[in-house]
Structure formats: C-alpha cells, structure tokens
C-alpha cells in the first residue's frame, strides 16, 4: 500500500497554501481551493492487471479551482513510482499522431531548428525518432518508466530512466549539452512540484533555448465536456493565466503560443529566458483574452457530465434489452473513467479492443471488462462500439470501415452514435 498526500495550496500560485505551522488550525476565514467537480471513486486508470491478479484500489478523484490563476488541481497526489515505474500508455504510431508531429516541428522551426533537443517524458522515443529522422543530430529522452525507457534505447534514443530532477537533468545535458530545444509533451500535468520543475529547467537550459510545453488547455477540456480526461496521472488542468502565474518571479516567460486540436485540445506554449532579445509574440496575448475561465465553468461541466454519463447508460440499457451487443474500442485512459463512471461490467460491455500488447489479457482497470486485440471487432461485430479513444475518432472510423460496412456502429460518448 502506497501513501497518498493531498493538496491544499495551488502549485502554480500558491493560493490556499497553509499559512500556519502544521498542527495549529488555520483561521477560519483562511483562503481555500474550492471544490468544483468529483468523479467519486475510481482507480488509477493505467492499472491494468488480469483476472486472477490485483486489482487497483478506488481513490477520491476531486478537482480543486483557484479563483486567483484559474489553475485546476487534483485533491490527491498518487505517488510518481507507483504511476509510471510499469507504464503501460505508449505513444500512438497513428496518422493522426504523425500529422500533430509534423506540426509541432513546424512550430518549433518558427523559432529555430531542433539541432540538439531533450524531451521530459520521452515515453517511447517515438518523438526523438521522429526529430531524428528531420535532422536532429543530438538527442536525450527523460522518462519514469523502465519498460519504456528500454523500448527506446533498443530503439537508439538514448533515454535517463527517472523522474525529471537536478540528477537525470544534469545526466541529460551531459549527454546534450545546452540542447537547442527542450520539449516537455503532456507531463507537465503529471508534475506536483511545478516550481522545482521550473528550476530544474533554468539549470539545463542557455540563453538561447527554447523550451516547448505541450498541454491540454482547461478551456477546450471545459467547453467540450471532456471529463474523462480527468484521472489520477492528470494532476493539473492548466489556463495560460497560470503558466503565467507559474513563470512570475523565474527567469522565464511565455514567447509563443499555438493551438493544437490533438487529444481534445491543446496547448503548445513556449517558454523563453526574459532577456532573449525578441518581444512576446502576439499570440500569448490574444490567447489569454479567450479564457475568462470561472469555478461556474467546472460545476457546469459537472452538470454536463452526469447528462453524458446518464445518455451512455441508457443507450447501453436500451441496445442490451434488446438483444444487442456492445463493446469498447481504446482501452484508454479515459475508457478507464468513463467505465467506471457508468459502473459498466462485462455484462454491460463484452469486450474492449485495443493495439496495446501489455494491455490485451487484462481487465479495464475497476471493472471486470477484458481487453482483447483488434481482431476481435470482426470477429464478433458487436451491434456497437464505444469509442474510448475518442481524439482519434476520424482515423478511427476509417480504418474500421468493414466494421460499419457490415452493420456495426461506433459511439462518441460526446457525441452521437457515428
């Protein structure tokens, strides 16, 4: 059993951090996170175990808001050892995935050329591969998990297994030193400590490098109701108001900011030192006047949730008392929530499909719902699949052509039936 630790103070502003020693009772009119949305128990959504193995145990899973930056927080931090030291999410070899790949290059190259680059939480390489394969001549991944790290490694990308810190930080620059490029992909919202985060950054980092941050964007998450984005790994769900407010009194500032419509939404913002001789870009600006993001947002999307819960239940119900069969497609983190959130069994739901060898013989984590491989949708063309991998909806629905051809249909649980 691992020790969990809450949260009380912002990580990025610190709003509502205690102001009294520990053991004396804070005042009553003290500042505190508020409260905005609960998904209730669920497990950790990567925790895939068999039959016959242990499953996860159910956490709190509460979002916290911080009406002075915006930020969006967890009310529990889960240990990183216990998150990443086996993990089994790799990244997508998809169409989809290239086409964001291509484009984020083409960021960065508005600014400079990837020449030497380190990336913070590399997972696999497939993104150092790819840069590589652009012209990248010096490269280094940092990633908490062993397996993963290993993956890349056989794949050449030389890759510090370890959570980023002074020590795989430094083994980083000595392998690229003062790197052209720092990328951070999707693991900022894995971080707890933000502001040793940010120092760990200066300390690898020259004049002139650019450090890229990828993030999914609170509004995006907000606007389109995507709650099962929200599990235990996600610790943060960021507005550029609170990278702001991250970066105030750090050698840093947000340069450049562009939208990108990968994973729901998100948020390629990058950072440079306060005296690099250019302005901000226009764009930090324009972008931070669209937010205007309040604690009234989250319980509405709370509201929303439990309608999109609700829907998906009945639809299942319905299909189920008449006959029909239904499956899941993505064993995905968010196919992780949103079972839990529905309280789907293998009664409701005979199969989830997925690419991923370590997932294929195990259960979805909180529930009894096996996971099998791809094959399996048409050799048993369930009446309708429910796409857990939603953000690659469009590839996804190409692909499996045959499967509709021949009578099945794919849900959105954000959307209709496809």
């Known amino acids: 059993m691992f ?13 509502g951090a205690p102001k009294t020693p520990p053991g004396i009772k804070a005042p009553a009119n003290a500042d505190k996170l508020i409260p905005v949305f609960s998904l209730g128990l669920q497990p950790l959504s990567n925790a895939f175990a068999k039959d016959d193995e242990l ?28 998150l990443y030291t086996n993990y089994t999410y790799t990244t997508s070899r998809s169409a989809t995935m290239q086409r964001h790949f291509e484009s984020l290059l083409s960021f960065i190259r508005s600014e400079q050329e990837p020449k030497s680059v380190i990336e913070i939480g590399s997972n696999d390489g497939y993104f150092l ?19 993963l790290s290993e993956i890349a490694r056989k794949n050449l990308i030389q890759t510090i297994c370890g959570v980023f810190d002074k020590e795989t930080a430094h083994l980083a620059a000595d392998c690229v030193p003062v790197p052209d490029v720092i990328v ?22 020259g004049n002139h490098t650019l450090i890229l941050i990828e993030v ?6 907000l606007e389109r109701c995507e709650f099962d984005t929200i599990y235990f790994e996600h610790l943060s769900y960021f507005t550029i108001k609170s990278i702001a ?5 750090t050698p840093f500032r947000i340069h450049k900011i562009h939208e990108f419509p ?30 205007g993001i309040s604690k009234m947002d989250w319980e509405l999307m709370g509201e929303c949730s439990s309608r999109v ?29 949103l079972m839990n959130a529905c309280k789907f069994t293998r009664k409701e739901i005979a199969f989830v499909t997925d690419t991923t060898p370590m997932k294929q013989g195990c259960c979805i984590p909180g529930t009894d719902i096996s996971v099998v491989d791809p094959g399996m949708l048409l050799r048993e063309l369930p009446d309708y699949t429910i796409l857990g991998a939603w953000n690659f909806s469009t590839e996804i629905l190409e692909k499996e052509s045959l499967y509709r051809t021949k009578g099945g249909v794919f849900v959105n649980p954000h959307e209709n039936a496809l």
């Open 3 to 15: 020790k969990l630790h809450g949260r009380k103070g912002c990580r990025c502003c610190g709003f």
């Open 55 to 82: 499953q996860s145990a159910h956490y709190p899973l509460e979002v916290l808001f911080c009406p002075k930056c915006t930020l969006a927080q967890l009310s529990i931090v889960v240990p990183p050892e216990i």
């Open 129 to 147: 591969e790819y840069l590589k394969s652009q012209g990248a001549e010096h490269v280094c991944g940092i990633d908490p998990s062993e397996n």
């Open 184 to 205: 951070a992909r999707h693991v900022f919202g894995h971080v707890d400590d933000l502001k040793d985060f940010v120092k760990t950054l200066d300390s690898i980092s």
């Open 216 to 221: 999914p964007w609170a509004k995006r998450l």
């Open 245 to 249: 407010s991250l970066l105030d009194g």
């Open 262 to 291: 990968v994973h729901g939404g998100a948020l390629g913002i990058m950072l440079r030192r306060r005296d690099y001789e250019s302005t901000p870009h226009a764009s930090v600006q324009n972008m931070i006047s669209q937010e």
């Open 309 to 337: 819960v609700e829907k998906l239940v009945s639809l299942v119900r319905t299909a189920k008392a008449a006959g029909k069969t239904v499956a899941g497609y993505g064993a995905s983190a968010k196919m992780t929530v």
